[in-house]
């Protein structure tokens, strides 16, 4: 293969890394929906969201006219620690799959957080240490998110009180070591430390917890301690903000290549990954300039954009955060105890939910042991044991690579490779035991999540 | 920090990879002594070690004379997957320690097998693919040589039996999980699967097993089924051949950045990635061309360049392989069950070993807590959790640029960081609950070691 003119890896120079962030909002037409105040229904100010978020996040968040936001010199300095992250060309899987498609990942599993989640956090924590914070709070699922920010945290010198899934925390035991290396402290989640975990774990003993509950408790611990604020990895503007990153890179790289993706592809729990991988390129569909097939991958188990209502709802489980519009299975919607992993948010980032109403983009679900056969299939040829988050986008990449088999296409799809799975050997191990099935959840289950949306007509 | 001319990261290009590898011992003036058959004590033959090893492999093995042997273009190929690997400038780490010195480390840890042990895991694979065999067998300790044989047997299509030292199995749960997806079949040692696993039990009930034991118990299995060989995954002159490809990149880089580094640093278990990354510095040194101060790192748990015996011993516990001359503990000894991590084995590559007996380089043994320690602290900077056995060798880089803070001189320091510690967490725990202890073995336990050298005077 060595002929190719196209390398297997295209790393930028650090001087490339891009200085500013590109703010998807600001090319949309149709602007995101604002946070509402859950009780005056009127948009969230920046007074009103200061008590949980940082001051400068909370710019971020509300800003929607700014294409660029400069990156600080801090953050690119950190960056430059395990970025500028490989733009891979899939030859090897292209080979085992006999595809004339041309398969590209962007991989930004080198680091220990293990993801891409390292991108946004550094940011935020760089934000409330220049606001003089004493440390934040925050919840996390498969545990990248945690263990990115505990890293970012531990840099910069501030205190990290992490709220982690319980189901994960107990899959994941060797996660919980990792944060600790970095000085943070992790409790899982619902908890007794919270009025809301006690709520929570009065009304369901024995549940495994949720995304939705754990963001409760952290927000509850940030707003009644001094000094503290909450920080959250996915699903606000701002951390798509931030994780553009991702996708500016890959367009720096496939513009030196001399190449256009046709195909571009991410999975999709609250929305980050997918939202930075895309941002560029949607950047220049919005603006007219140029065309791609943007597709998210989801869990059938948790299938916010295929199966979920555009609508108002809490961000979480305790309705104690503002509402958000977006596509969401209900603040109640807990995933079933068999999925492994993480991908398991009721809601879904607002700024992509737009987007997708607005028929910008395209959404598949997938099943856990599908999933799991791509990560494997993958793994072994391209020497990568992806997370099984990140496997979602493997196996739709997989499955467009084989259709174009069939119809003899050439296309070129890009996928996000968000992370790696050394923390997931529990689920690689059930999915070859043959002990992992799937569940997709009934209508009558959707219907109980959708029931518990806040009755409001906008 | 962004002024500075030097990268955070020097990546080499895919065409930049050495298409060679390097021989030291060609340069070598004191050749290593031979491999003897332990029944006739004359040195091995290819046809004797025919039955354990791979044709082309021995060759390599008892190749004294060139100086550099091709690499065959499907290893390239594959060395394409995660090579090259990047050399990093340790800024952070400069800063925290507020050293004058220049600290480097090369980093081989961005693969799924979690270490260098790739570099020689594929080579080795192909070469048995090439003389048309069923399979390998091996044994590993920290489990980083058996997922990286896993991988590269996956990748030709070989089947991979692994024995595992028991310790190693039983806090690395996962790691027997990597493996299986990679289609590899893994059983702890000793185990009751072989002749001299059961005698071995015999002897030693309750053992945690060592490395000498599953060499054994590999070499058996190997040697009794049909279309299989034994495939090693350090202390082997073939083994150190392939990890060349770390020094030559790094030595590659340096010359690009046109820098030369004052001391070189590598951790020391049978000798591979030290071997690896000394290679063509030791070449210059050898030839009389340049000088470098060169250190071996080991545990002082297990000191065979420090303590051990400059001798013939077997290479295993089983006493069925041949003898090789080495700095060596005996073969029957087996550190301390509170030893954490790799770094194991109770004797030396001869190569490594003659070099030290010729006083071409130094070693040093560090205590299990003070490696910790370093792991930590260059973690927290650095944003790599790096193994424990890697982490040897950041204790000492760490100690050579304190005493260059002291002295004022500005040192350039390289080491190399074989891997990432995601699967140690245990070992992390321990050390974060304040329940590792260190253990340096007494004379009189090496004594007991050293009493079971063979006894022959050559």
Known sequence: MSENKIPYKTYLDENEIPTKWYNMRADMKNKPAPLLNPGTLEPMTAEELAPVFCEELIAQELNNTDAYIDIPEEILDFYKMYRPSPLVRAYFLEKALDTPAKIYYKFEGNNTSGSHKLNSAIAQAYYAKKQGLKGVTTETGAGQWGTALSMACSY?????????????????????????????????????????????????PGTTGSLGCAISEAVEVATHSEGYRYVLGSVLNQVLLHQSVIGLEAKAAFDKLGVKPDVIIGCAGGGSNLGGLIAPFMGEKLRGEADYRIIAVEPASCPSFTRGKFAYDFCDTGMVCPLAKMYTLGSGFIPSANHAGGLRYHGMSSTLSQLYHDGLMEAVSVEQTSVFAAAEQFARVEGILPAPES?????????????????GEEKTILFGLTGTGYFDMVAYQKYNDGEMSDYIPTDEDLEKGFAGLPKIDL
Chains 1, 2 share one sequence.
């Open 156 to 204: 910069f010198g501030l205190d990290c009180k992490v709220y982690m899934v319980k189901v994960s925390y107990e899959q994941k035991p060797f996660r919980r070591e990792v944060m600790r290396v970095y000085g943070a402290d992790v409790t899982p989640s619902p908890s007794t430390t919270t009025e809301i975990g006690k709520r929570i774990l009065e009304a369901h």
């Open 391 to 407: 496997s979602h986008a493997i196996r739709a990449a997989i499955d467009e690579a084989l259709k174009c088999k069939e119809t």
